[in-house]
């Protein structure tokens, strides 16, 4: 059964907000149980299941700070949405292993969200313009 636009636009910006509060478990809860967490480019590579995600939000929580979201557009599928959004805040820790120094940071990020037919995300892709990241945080 797919889900309408509205529901699917809840629980995306419902997943945002739980970003934007640093709320780890609340995130977590916006997961299917087997969730796929892919952030493009990450290190460690994709993950599989709700707490295989958590090591990820917790360091993210810690490298950037009073991040607020702003959705530039969203295209919709049966169960899927992708989100292009810009991202403002700061970076007191090590963003993308950069010395953040507490700079202002912004960047835009695209996540390519799915979901199961509980509402639950299944899939979140995110893709971060590190190029930008890079431009601001620059290492000596």
Known sequence: M?????????R???HFRFEADDNVDGVLAT???????????HPGGPTY?????????EGLFADLAEGHV????RLY???FVVDESF???RAPGRPFGLEGQGRPLQFRL???????????IQRENVWVDLGAIQRQLPQE
């Open 12 to 14: 995306i910006d419902e």
């Open 2 to 10: 797919a889900l309408p636009r509205e529901e699917m636009d809840r």
């Open 31 to 41: 997961l299917a149980g087997d969730v796929e967490h892919d952030i493009v480019g």
């Open 87 to 89: 991202w403002r805040g």
């Open 70 to 73: 702003e959705t530039l557009r």
């Open 110 to 120: 695209l996540h390519v969200v799915e979901f199961a037919d509980s509402g639950a």
């Open 77 to 79: 599928g049966e169960n």
């Open 49 to 57: 299941g709700r707490e295989a995600a958590r090591p990820f939000y």
